[in-house]
C-alpha cells in the first residue's frame, strides 16, 4: 500500500475517533497507563463511518489496526500525555463463528468466538522487542519478537549493527520490552448439553487482557486468527493448528444471560406460567417415554428451576442450588432422565463416575504446552466447574473414587473450589446443581440393606445431597400392565414416524403419528422449557410469605421431634429445613411468582416426604421400613441364608435341571421358615451369587 494511502487511512481513523470517540479518549489519556490502556471501539460504529474501511478490518485486522493505533497516538490530547503503547480494541462484529467452523481460509481475519474457558495458563511476560548486546564493541541491537505469522523461533540477529560480526550477543533485558501474556483454551458452550468432546482453540491474550479470566468464564473473544505449523525445527509437519491473536475478552453472561429469550418468547413463557395445569405440564415434560413417576419428575423439574442463593449477614452463604441422586436398578433409567434434564437445563455438562479420577470432577493440572504459545497449562476445568451456574450430570457415581468423592462433597456444600495453581491457592466458583445418577453395588436392590450402603457413595456425599429417590424394577399390581401399554405406545409412534420419514411412499399420515405421539410430546418443548428455565432464574427471586414459612416450619419441627428419643434414629437433620426452603422457592420459580405461597410449601414437603418414605422411613412413626435390618434380624439371615442352601444343595442332585423352586419353599415353610422370607432369602443369595438358576424357577448352588 502506498506511503499516500497510509497517511489517508491514519487521517481517517483520527477523524473517525473526533466524531465518534472524543471522551473515551480523554478518559484514556487520564488514566493511562496505570488503570487503562486500550481504546475499545464498536465495529458498528466505524461502519457507520467508513463501510469500506470497516470491511478491511475485518479482513487485514493486523495491517488496519496498526493504522488505528498510529492515528491514536498523533491524536491531539487534551492533557500532555504520550499513548505510545496504547492498544485499539474492536468489539461488536456483526455475526460470531463456531469454533466448530473455523477453516484454514479464515486465517488472517478479525473472527468473534463464543465459548467457556476450559484451561488457563499463569500470566507470563513476553519479551516483544529484544535488545541484543555485542560481547565485543557493546553495540545493541534490537530485535522485535514477532510471532504473529506463527514462527515459533526466537530471533536473533545475524550480525552486529556496530561491528558487523557475528556475536557473540546476549541480551539486555533492562533495555528489552516486555508485555504480558496469557493462554486460555476455549471450548464451544452455548447452552443445553455440554458435548463430551465439544471443540476448542487456543486464545492468546496480552497486556491488560490478562490476569481478569476464570476457569469456567463464558466469553466473547474478539482476535484474529493464526496458525502454527505443527511438528518441529527438524521435522515439521504439513500440518497447522489454528488459534486465536485475543484482542478484546468480554464476559459473555453467566446465570442464564447468555441465553436469548425473543419478546415474542417472552409473552409465551408469561402465558404459560399463568395456565391452570402449570405443574402437570411441567411433570409431563420430563422425560414423557417414561411412565409413572410424578413426584420424582416434579423434582426434577424443580431441580432445574432452584432455590434462591442467599447470603446473610453474618456473612454466611446458603446456596439455592438442589442437589438430586436418582438410584436405579431399572436398565436406561437414570441415562433417560439424565438425558432429558440436560435437554432442559439453559446449561448441563455431563460426565461419567467411572471415568473420573482424582480431582477430576473438579480441576485438572497440566504441563504440556499446545498452539498459539510456549506457555505451559497451569490448571483446566473439569465438569463441575464448568457447569458453574447450571446443572453437573454424572452418571455412574457409584464409581467415583475416594478423592473425587471428597472434591464432589466440597462443591455440594460449599459451591466453590479451592485449587492449587504453583504455590498459590485459587478459589474456582463450582455453584452448580448436582444430578447424580447411580445403581445399586449389585445392580440389583437388595430389602435386606439399607440404601445407602448400596449406592457405593460416602457417607458424607449422602448426607450433602437434598433428595435421594430409589428406582426399582419392582413389578406392583396395576402398573404393570399400564407401563407396558405406554413404552409400546411410544415404540409404536416412533414406528410410524420411522415408516412415514423413510419410506418414498407410506400408507401411514401425519395426522396418525401425531395421535399415537399424544402422550408422549411434551407439552413444554425442550427448547422453550430452556428458555423458561433461564428466565425464571434469572429474574424471579421469590420470598416466603408468613404463611408458607410457618407451614415449612410445623413440618420440619414435627419430624425434627419425632427423633428425638435417644432410641429412634432421627430422620431429619438442619440442612433439610434448607432443602424444603429450596423446594418451595423453586416451585415459586415455575409460577414466575416472587412469592412463596402455601401451596409451593405443600408441594415441597409432598416431595420430600416422598423422598423420606422413599429411603425407608416413616414420617408419622419415625421407624424405618426397612427395620427388617435391624440388628436381631440381620443376626438371623446368616441362619436363614445356610437354611436353604443346605436344601438347595440337598435337592439339586435329584433334578437335572436343579432344585425345583417350589420344592425348596416347602422345605423351607416346614423347617418353619415363612414363605415370605424363604423367598426373599432365595432373592438375597442370588444377587451375592450364591445361588443361580440354570432354568427357569430352578436353583442350583454355585
Known amino acids: 500500500m502506498a506511503r499516500a494511502e497510509d497517511t489517508q487511512l491514519i487521517d481517517s481513523f483520527k477523524e473517525f475517533y473526533s466524531d465518534y470517540y472524543r471522551s473515551e479518549i480523554a478518559e484514556l489519556a487520564q488514566q493511562y497507563p496505570k488503570e487503562q490502556k486500550s481504546l475499545v471501539i464498536d465495529w458498528g460504529d466505524l461502519y457507520t463511518f467508513d463501510a469500506d474501511i470497516a470491511d478491511d478490518l475485518r479482513q487485514k485486522p493486523r495491517q488496519l489496526l496498526q493504522y488505528a493505533e498510529e492515528a491514536l497516538r498523533l491524536y491531539d490530547l487534551p492533557v500532555n500525555v504520550s499513548l505510545g503503547q496504547a492498544h485499539v480494541r474492536v468489539t461488536g462484529l456483526p455475526e460470531t463463528t463456531d469454533i466448530s467452523e473455523i477453516r484454514a481460509d479464515q486465517r488472517g481475519n478479525l473472527l468473534t468466538i463464543r465459548g467457556s474457558v476450559r484451561r488457563i495458563s499463569d500470566v507470563r511476560p513476553k519479551i516483544t522487542t529484544a535488545a541484543f548486546e555485542c560481547q565485543r564493541c557493546g553495540t545493541l541491537t534490537r530485535i522485535p519478537q514477532d510471532r504473529t505469522a506463527g514462527d515459533s523461533n526466537f ?105 436469548e429469550i425473543t419478546d415474542t418468547e417472552k409473552e409465551e413463557i408469561d402465558e404459560f406460567s399463568n395456565q391452570q395445569d402449570l405443574y402437570d405440564k411441567m411433570v409431563d415434560s420430563i422425560a414423557p417415554t417414561i411412565y409413572d413417576y410424578e413426584t420424582e419428575k416434579l423434582a426434577l423439574v424443580l431441580q432445574l428451576f432452584g ?79 464448568e457447569a458453574d451456574n447450571g446443572h453437573a450430570l454424572i452418571t455412574n457415581a457409584e464409581d467415583l473414587g475416594t478423592e473425587a468423592e471428597s472434591s464432589l462433597e466440597t462443591v455440594l456444600r460449599e459451591q466453590f473450589v ?70 409400546l405406545q411410544s415404540n409404536y409412534a416412533g414406528e410410524l414416524d420411522t415408516h412415514l420419514t423413510k419410506k418414498d411412499s407410506s400408507n401411514y399420515t401425519q395426522n396418525q403419528v401425531e395421535e399415537a405421539s399424544k402422550d408422549i410430546i411434551p407439552p413444554v418443548e425442550p427448547e422453550l422449557l430452556r428458555k423458561y428455565v433461564a428466565y425464571a432464574r434469572r429474574n424471579c427471586f421469590p420470598v416466603l410469605t408468613a404463611e408458607a414459612r410457618t407451614m415449612i416450619e410445623d413440618c420440619y419441627t414435627e419430624l425434627r421431634l419425632e427423633g428425638s428419643s435417644e432410641e429412634a434414629p432421627v430422620p431429619i437433620s438442619k440442612q433439610d429445613l434448607e432443602t424444603l426452603v429450596r423446594l418451595s422457592e423453586a416451585s415459586a420459580r415455575v409460577r414466575l411468582s416472587d412469592s412463596v405461597e402455601e401451596d409451593d410449601a405443600k408441594r415441597a414437603i409432598k416431595i420430600f416426604q416422598h423422598y423420606v418414605q422413599q429411603m425407608g422411613l416413616t414420617p ?39 432344585a425345583p423352586q417350589e420344592v425348596v419353599l416347602e422345605r423351607a415353610e416346614k423347617e418353619g421358615m415363612e414363605a415370605s422370607t424363604a423367598h426373599h432369602t432365595i432373592e438375597r443369595l442370588k444377587v451375592l451369587g450364591e445361588v443361580y438358576e440354570p432354568a427357569e424357577n430352578h436353583l442350583r448352588t454355585t
Open 418 to 487: 479451592d485449587a492449587s495453581k504453583a504455590t498459590e491457592s485459587v478459589s474456582l466458583s463450582a455453584n452448580t446443581s448436582v444430578f447424580l445418577g447411580s445403581s445399586p453395588d449389585t445392580g440389583r436392590f437388595d430389602r435386606y440393606q439399607p440404601l445407602i450402603e448400596q449406592i457405593g457413595l460416602s457417607p458424607n456425599v449422602a448426607t450433602s445431597l437434598d433428595l435421594v429417590f430409589p428406582i426399582a424394577d419392582k413389578p406392583e399390581e396395576g402398573s404393570v400392565e399400564a407401563s407396558a401399554n405406554h413404552r
Open 620 to 658: 408419622k412413626t419415625n421407624e424405618l421400613e426397612r427395620d427388617i435390618l435391624e440388628a436381631e434380624e440381620r443376626n438371623g439371615l446368616d441362619d436363614q441364608k445356610e437354611c436353604i442352601l443346605n436344601i438347595v444343595s440337598d435337592i439339586e442332585s435329584n433334578h437335572d435341571k436343579g
Open 307 to 385: 432455590g434462591v442463593p442467599k447470603e446473610q449477614p453474618d456473612g454466611t452463604y446458603i446456596r439455592g442450588n438442589i442437589h438430586t441422586l436418582v438410584v436405579s436398578d431399572v436398565d436406561s433409567m437414570v441415562d433417560r432422565l439424565l438425558e432429558c434434564v440436560a435437554n432442559c437445563s439453559p446449561r448441563a455438562v455431563k460426565a461419567s463416575g467411572s471415568e473420573t479420577s482424582g480431582t477430576g470432577l473438579t480441576t485438572t493440572a497440566y504441563t504440556s504446552s499446545s498452539s498459539g504459545g510456549d506457555s505451559p497449562w497451569t490448571i483446566g476445568a473439569g465438569p463441575l466447574i
Open 155 to 259: 530471533q536473533e540477529p545475524h550480525e552486529c549493527q556496530g561491528c558487523e560480526r557475528q556475536g557473540p550477543f546476549q541480551i539486555n533485558y533492562d533495555q528489552s520490552e516486555f508485555i504480558d501474556s496469557q493462554k486460555l483454551e476455549v471450548q464451544n458452550s452455548v447452552g443445553g448439553l455440554q458435548d463430551t468432546d465439544p471443540e476448542r482453540i487456543s486464545v492468546i491474550i496480552e497486556d491488560d487482557e490478562t490476569g481478569k479470566t476464570s476457569l469456567g468464564d463464558r466469553l466473547r473473544i474478539t482476535g484474529i486468527l493464526k496458525l502454527e505449523q505443527l511438528g518441529s525445527n527438524s521435522n515439521p509437519s504439513a500440518h497447522f493448528d489454528s488459534y486465536l491473536k485475543g484482542l478484546t475478552v468480554e464476559p459473555d453472561g453467566r446465570d442464564f444471560s447468555h441465553i
